[in-house]
């Protein structure tokens, strides 16, 4: 799929949205190189963000049921400008994943200042070290 192509899967329509590394110039994952999804069933609407910025089109999303966020530098982001985008499109259910060696807690603290609206669920994505 590439950005903004539309399939149905199992009655379940698949929406491809941009994602990628802002500055466009030496970007790890340039603009057109991956999809984010936005899918939509049941009447509700999840947002998976793939490996980006918080870019216009992320902060432009509207009516986004549950949202999936990822926050891993280098390639995606930090906790500030996660935040600052994730309260601009406004989910209802927001979970940071792929956010190793960040500090989702200080991101869920952030977000709740913001927007006490915003439900930011932490969950543990990567097993304990032996």
């Not at 936005?38 to 918080?54: A, C, F, W």
Request: proline content about 5%.
């Amino acid at each position: 799929m590439a950005n903004g192509d539309k399939i149905e899967v199992a009655g379940i329509l698949i929406n491809a949205v941009p994602m990628y590394n802002l500055p466009e110039e030496g970007a790890r994952h340039a603009e057109g190189w991956g999809n984010g999804y936005v899918l939509s069933m049941g009447g509700k609407k999840i947002y998976v963000s793939g490996y980006t910025e918080g870019i216009p089109e992320m902060r432009d999303l509207k009516g986004i049921d549950v949202a999936f966020v990822c926050m891993n530098l280098p390639y995606t982001m930090e906790i500030n400008q996660a935040s600052a985008a994730v309260l601009d499109f406004e989910p209802a259910i927001m979970y940071p994943y792929h956010h190793r060696g960040q500090d989702i807690e200080a991101f869920k603290a952030l977000v709740d200042a913001g927007n006490k609206d915003i439900d930011v669920r932490l969950k543990s994505w990567y097993p304990a070290s032996d």
